[in-house]
């Protein structure tokens, strides 16, 4: 079973920086595309970054520039490195990667990790 643990939220002040850890299990880890993901409260889960098999990373606008996304493929675990934190960061901070089946997709997530970014 695939398995997905998100680490390092917590409560920082605007400007403050967090790095979140997303550690995987029962997936093949260096050959997988890793995402973020974040949801605030009332609103839709929002794409934060991708990091792909070849190293390849990308970010929407919102965060570019101030978070980055990494991977340690011998530890099976992606990172992200949020910097200059917004108080519209907040939010709880999901872990993705999927797997594809006999043509059939399957997204796995992790439980989430809290990120406040509070005066």
């Known amino acids: 079973q695939v398995q997905l643990v998100e680490s390092g939220g917590g409560l920082v002040q605007p400007g403050g920086s967090l790095r979140l850890s997303c550690a995987a299990s029962?997936?093949?880890?260096?050959?997988?595309?890793m995402y973020w993901y974040r949801q605030a409260p009332g609103k839709q889960r929002e794409y934060v970054a991708a990091?792909?098999?070849?190293?390849?990373?990308h970010y929407p606008d919102s965060v570019k520039g101030r978070f980055t996304i990494s991977r340690d493929n011998a530890k099976s675990t992606v990172y992200l490195q949020m910097n200059s934190l917004k108080p519209e960061d907040t939010a709880v901070y999901y872990c993705?990667?999927?797997?594809?089946?006999?043509?059939?997709?399957?997204?796995?997530w992790g439980q989430g990790t809290q990120v406040t970014v509070s005066p």
């Open positions: 993705n990667t999927f797997t594809v089946v006999s043509g059939s997709r399957n997204d796995y």
């Open positions: 029962g997936v093949i880890f260096s050959t997988r595309v």
């Open positions: 990091i792909f098999s070849n190293g390849g990373i």
